[in-house]
């Protein structure tokens, strides 16, 4: 059956994507791709008003529901118009064998009257909820704990760019809720009453939404390459994920800022269970033994692309260059020894990413990673409509949810799946590659540098404020 989902009006590209994961994660592999969407008549696709076909029946819905971040409601829709007339003629077509169930005496039950873009006095709800006498409610009202909760959601008739999607006409839905989300996680988890933090951290909805789309849940191993504070790690916890994460830089994964304010300390904090472990590694140079493959069920990360926080790998710049030979440690300098990096580009990042996920991932395993991406010298999506994601033949891209974060630049959440094991050609053509990165450091680090693209002048630069359409949409 066809759905009401009805979305916060937030980080909109990332909303069908979350309910297609959440279809996947409870209903099984090839579930997220059988999800069908529509939109009401008259609205536009930024509306927060979707209809979705679920591939199974309310159980499902209310999971989905349930568990998301961006979803404010799914409901069974029993009419909509763009008058109360136009309602109540499609409320009472609605067949009463789907009705009746759910207005019987023995029942309570709880109306609420919501809308989107306007604001409806408690009088005017009031009259709405009495204007429903033609819906025959014969069970007892439960503000608090009913049985069955119904929507009335109204929408504003709209033509002006005013902040909110443009061509949507006034809407009047009546439904009955199936799932609501739980955003109460949020401000349990928020940054601002995290111990550890650090600058560039995941913030709490952010690490869920990846999370969510990582598949993340009991009896799964989800890895984060870059782990930093553990912030998309502590999400994977919450869902249930058993968690292992890495990092080049040995204060973080060791000593965050004191014995009870590290990454451990985040975990405690939240009583999840702790990761399994947590490895000063270097993504450019992962300490797998030989023929260790297929170990996480998921790998979620931010890595470091060099617009906050720049990547690093190992090795200084003498030694990749080849001014310097490899060094030992001495001994005594062993316990506090920070090994010299050097810095590492995006493109080798990305490739050493995608080369880890092939071969660490099991088949159907999840790679779920920002990629930033340059916008167009108007601020338009030039760049972001048709962007070159990287690729692999072990991958499909199965979602890309843009965030802008400036003028300049935005960043894209890529969801791929593992889909083809990784075999010997493909560790070869890696280890290939590998050896022109270290070959050309200088050549690649001159390339795709983020940082000067994001930081230097634009030519003929206009004040934000102008420019900046009044309609947010994916700004939000
Ligand atoms: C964008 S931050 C990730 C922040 C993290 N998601 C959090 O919530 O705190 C990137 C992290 O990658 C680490 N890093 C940089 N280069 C690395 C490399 N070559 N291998 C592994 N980690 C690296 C940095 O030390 C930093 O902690």
């Not at 005594?332 to 080798?348: C, F, G, Q, V, W």
């Amino acid at each position: 059956m066809w759905y009401l989902c009805v979305f916060y009006h937030r980080l909109l590209d990332y909303r069908r994507p979350e309910v297609e994961s959440l279809a996947e994660l409870f209903s099984g592999p090839g579930s997220g791709e059988s999800v069908e969407w529509r939109m009401p008549e008259n609205h536009h696709a930024d509306s927060p008003f979707h209809l979705v076909r679920l591939p199974g029946d309310e159980r499902l819905a209310a999971q989905v529901a349930n568990r998301s971040l961006l979803v404010k409601g799914i409901y069974e829709l029993w009419g909509h118009g763009t008058t109360y007339e136009e309602l109540e003629k499609s409320v009472r077509e609605y067949p009463d064998e789907r009705k009746l169930p759910f207005l019987t005496p023995d029942s309570t039950f709880k109306i609420v009257v919501d809308s989107f873009g306007k604001v409806i006095s408690s009088q005017e709800q009031n009259e709405i909820m009495q204007s429903l006498t033609y819906i025959p409610f014969k069970g007892r009202v439960n503000l608090k704990k009913p049985d069955h909760r119904f929507f009335v959601m109204e929408t504003d008739d709209y033509g002006s760019n005013n902040g909110l999607p443009p061509v949507a006409k006034r809407t009047i839905f009546f439904g009955r809720e199936v799932g609501a989300a739980d955003r109460h996680l949020l401000p349990t988890y928020q940054l601002k009453s995290r111990k550890y933090i650090g600058p560039t951290a995941m913030d709490a909805e952010m690490a869920f939404l990846m999370a969510n789309q990582g598949l993340a849940r009991p009896g799964k191993l989800v890895y984060d390459p870059f782990v930093g504070t553990g912030s998309i790690l502590v999400a994977a916890a919450h869902f249930g994920a058993m968690t292992m994460g890495a990092d080049i830089d040995i204060r973080v994964v060791r000593d965050g800022r004191g014995p009870d304010c590290n990454v451990w300390s985040n975990f405690e904090q939240y009583k999840l269970p702790e990761p399994l472990g947590l490895l000063r590694a270097d993504n450019n140079l992962p300490p797998w033994r030989p023929g260790l493959k297929e170990m996480f069920d998921a790998i979620i990360c931010d890595p470091p692309y060099g617009v906050r926080a720049g990547g690093r790998k190992s090795g200084g710049r003498k030694i990749i260059k080849g001014v310097k030979g490899p060094y030992t440690v001495p001994d005594e300098k062993r316990d506090n020894h920070i090994p010299s990096t050097a810095p590492y580009s995006l493109a080798e990042c990305v490739h050493d990413l995608l080369h880890l996920a092939a071969r660490m991932l099991v088949m159907g395993g999840r790679l779920v990673f920002f990629y930033p991406v340059l916008r167009g010298e108007d601020g338009a999506d030039s760049r972001v409509a048709s962007p070159q994601f990287p690729e692999h033949p072990c991958f499909k891209l199965i979602a890309s949810c843009e965030q802008i974060l400036s003028y300049r630049y935005s960043r894209v959440l890529l969801t791929m799946v593992k889909v083809a094991p990784y075999t010997e050609e493909i560790e070869r053509v890696a280890e290939e590659r590998h050896r022109e990165f270290r070959e050309n450091h200088q050549k690649w680090m001159e390339e795709g540098n983020l940082h000067s693209a994001v930081f230097e002048p634009a030519q003929d630069a206009k004040p934000d404020r102008e420019l900046k359409p009044k309609y947010r949409g994916k700004y939000v």
